[in-house]
C-alpha cells in the first residue's frame, strides 16, 4: 500500500465519521422533536391541573381557615346561649316556687279565716241549741 492509498482510506474513513456524525445529528434532532411533540402536550396539561390544584388548595385553606373562625365564633355564640337558657330556666323555677309559697300561704291564711268562723258558727248553733235545750227544760218543768 502507498503512502497516498493509505491516505485517501483515512480521508474516506474520516468522510465516513463525518457522514456518521450528521446522521447521529439528525437522528438526535428527529427524536428531540417527536419526543418534544409527544410530551410537551401532556407537561403543558400537567402543568395546568398543578396550578387549577394549586389554586383551588389556596381557596380550600383560606375557607378553612374561614371555617376555623366561624366554628370558634358558634361554639362562644352556642356557650353565651346556653348559659343565658340555664339562667332563665333557674329564675323560672325561682320565681314558681316563689309564686306557690305565696299561694300555699294565702290559701293556709285564708282556710284559717274560715276555720274561725266555722268555729263562731258552731259556738253560735251550741249556744241556740243549749238555748233550746233551757226552754225545752223549762217548759217540761211547767207541765
Do not use: C, F
Not at 340555664?86 to 316556687?97: G, P, T
Amino acid at each position: 500500500m502507498t503512502e497516498e492509498n493509505i491516505r485517501g482510506q483515512i480521508s474516506a474513513k474520516e468522510d465516513e465519521i463525518t457522514r456518521i456524525e450528521e446522521e447521529a445529528s439528525k437522528e438526535e434532532a428527529s427524536a428531540e422533536s417527536k419526543v418534544e411533540t409527544e410530551y410537551n402536550p401532556k407537561i403543558e396539561a400537567a402543568e395546568a391541573k398543578l396550578n387549577e390544584e394549586e389554586v383551588l388548595r389556596d381557596e380550600a385553606i383560606q375557607k378553612s381557615e374561614e371555617w376555623n373562625n366561624k366554628k370558634k365564633e358558634k361554639i362562644a355564640a352556642a356557650k353565651t346561649a346556653n348559659k343565658t337558657l340555664s339562667q332563665l330556666k333557674s329564675e323560672k323555677e325561682k320565681a314558681l316556687n316563689i309564686n306557690l309559697k305565696e299561694i300555699a300561704n294565702d290559701k293556709k291564711g285564708k282556710i284559717k279565716e274560715v276555720q274561725v268562723e266555722i268555729k263562731g258558727l258552731k259556738k253560735q248553733i251550741a249556744a241556740i241549741e243549749k238555748e233550746k235545750a233551757k226552754a225545752a227544760a223549762a217548759a217540761a218543768a211547767e207541765e
